[in-house]
Every structure is written in C-alpha cells, then in structure tokens.
C-alpha cells in the first residue's frame, strides 16, 4: 500500500482535525487502498465487526459517538475508581505470591486490569476475558498482522459478540451493552452491524491501548528512569509523559483524502491514503524540547498520544485514571520494582506501541 506517513507534529495535528481526510473505508480512497494492500488482515478482516465510528465519517459518526459517548463522561469514569483499584490490588496480591523472583509485569498486572474493567462495563463473563485478549491481540494490527489469522479470529468475535448482543436484547442487564441497544431515539437506534461494531471497538480500544499505557508507564519505574518517590508523588504526571514518551499508539489508522490537501511543502492528492505517526510526533523537537528524554517536569499539554479532532480518544479519561491507578497502586506495594532482565522486543506492530513482556522483579 502506497501512503503518506506524516512525522511532523504540526501537520500531524493540523490534519487529524482536517474533514477532508475521511475514514470510511466505502469510500473511492479506501476500496482502493485495501485492493492495493494485496491479501491482508485488510481484506480478511470480518466486515461485520467494522462499521463503528472509527471507520466513518459525520453525520454518520456524530449519531455514533453522540450514542456512546455517555458512558465516559468524567462523572462515570470517577465513580469506576474504586473498583479500578480494588482490581489492582488484587493482582498485586496474586504477584507477591508468585515464586521464582521475577514475573511478567504485562501478563500478571498490566493486562489485566483494563480487560476486567472494559469487560465489567460490557458485561462480558470473567470466564471469556482470557479468550478475547487472544482474539483482539490478532485483530488489532490488520496491515501487518497473519492474514488468516485475522479472518478466522475476527469472525470468532463477531459471532461471539453478535450472540451477546442478541441476548441484551432479550434480557437487558446493568451494562454497557444493553445501554447502546436502548440509547437514542427511535430513529437514531443502532443497526445489527453497528452495535456489534461498536461493542467490538469498546472492547478493544477500551484495553489494548490501556495495557500498553500502564505497561510503558511501569517500564520508567522498573528501569530507573523515574524513582518511586517521583512516582508516587505525581502519578497522573507520569502517565502523561509517558503518554507522549512512549504512547500506546504509533500510527493512528488509516484516513483517505477526499480531496487535495496542500500541507507545506507537499500536496496530498484526492484519493491518496494518509497515516498519521502520533508517536513520531510526540517527539518533534520543534514541539517538544529534548523530546526523547523523560522529563516528569515537562509541559504535555497538547500531546497527541490520542489523536486529536472528531477522531479524539473518547475513553482518554478512562485510560488515564487507569493508568494513573495502576502506578500509584504498584509502586505503593513494591517501591522496589525492577528490570529482570533487558528490556525486551516491542511488538512488530504498526499500530500498537507495546512490549512484547516485561520482566521484573519486585524487591
């Protein structure tokens, strides 16, 4: 696939806010794009986990944002608190039993958390979480990911997620789900294919991106980046330097140009298909001075970790507070964290910025 790959922080955040770049993928840009990727996750992917608001355009996406949107109001995200805590503390309560000196800190803790919490809200049963962080881990990168692997897991999901939505219709509980089905008006109600797309993108954007947030905010701790003192004294303060440092996403997905662009120096054709690198951008110096050093006492305001424009993050504040719970809950009980080992391999992933594990030891 032939695309533009915008670095710069200025017109990274200039186009995430530009209507010209669509992401509906029905449009003349995406059918072409993905015919041109040859076979990949791309073309194997189910489309019927696809028609969410991330891949769509307004009023479309308006009417799908405006449904969901409800459930991340900062007066909801600060009433999960407690839990998010309760979540945590019972995983680190399993941690310190764990023999042999060191652990993964994403399998036992970084994981975890964000999948329970996402999966409470939807109402998904505890015995399926471990099934569905398989299925999401390969559909989440369709561009570089195993094909095959990409068709089969996505319909296993769809069909799993289509037979829960069709239970909430018959018997609606306290959840998530049942929720998006009542919202709206008669006419605004989401369609079969939307509200399972839409549970698909909750579920995955509500923890994958989360992992590697509390995962990557962790690592400054265990390598000695950032003290536990600092930590413990301004959590939020870590999390958003980390958010920048080393976001949980590198490349935000793909948007099509519906028309000419001009952009400095350069003209974005109609047609042309264009990736925004927000990690990349996160560290422009021009925006941010020595931005490959962690500096707690930074100014982060305007980072652009999740992403910017109509397109922005809707569960940023749920991440946030999770993330911020997650250090402070892990540095209290073990200040003296470490590396087990040499940091490990990051994912071979354009989209995802995560480790593949992170070894550490606890005293």
Known sequence: MRAWLVTGFGVAAELLRNPALCKDARTTAGIAARSGAGRSGATTVSGGITAHMLNSDPPNHTRLRRIVSSAFTPVRVAALRPRVVEIADALLDDMAQVEGGALDLIEHYAAPIPITVICELLGVPADDRRMFRKWTN?????????????????????????????????????????????????????????????????????????????????????????????????????????????????????????????TGSHTISRGEVVLIALAAADRDEKRFACPDVFDLDRETRGHLAFGGGIHQCLGAGLARMEGSVAIRELVTRFPGIGLAEPMGRWRASMLIRGLDRLMVTLE
């Open 138 to 262: 390969s559909v989440i990168d369709v561009l570089v990911g195993d094909a095959d692997a990409v068709g089969r897991d996505s319909r296993s999901l769809e069909q799993y997620l289509r037979a829960l939505v069709d239970e909430r219709r018959r018997s609606p509980r306290d959840d998530l789900i049942s929720a998006v089905i009542a919202a709206g008006s008669a006419d605004e109600r989401l369609s079969d294919a939307e509200l399972v797309s839409t549970v698909f993108l909750i579920l995955v954007a509500g923890h994958e991106t989360t992992v590697n947030l509390i995962a990557n905010a962790a690592l400054t701790v265990a390598d000695g980046t950032v003290s536990a003192r600092r930590a413990l004294e301004s959590p939020e303060r870590l999390v958003e330097e980390s958010l920048r440092h080393n976001g949980p996403v590198n490349v935000a997905t793909l948007r099509y140009a519906a028309e000419d662009i001009p």
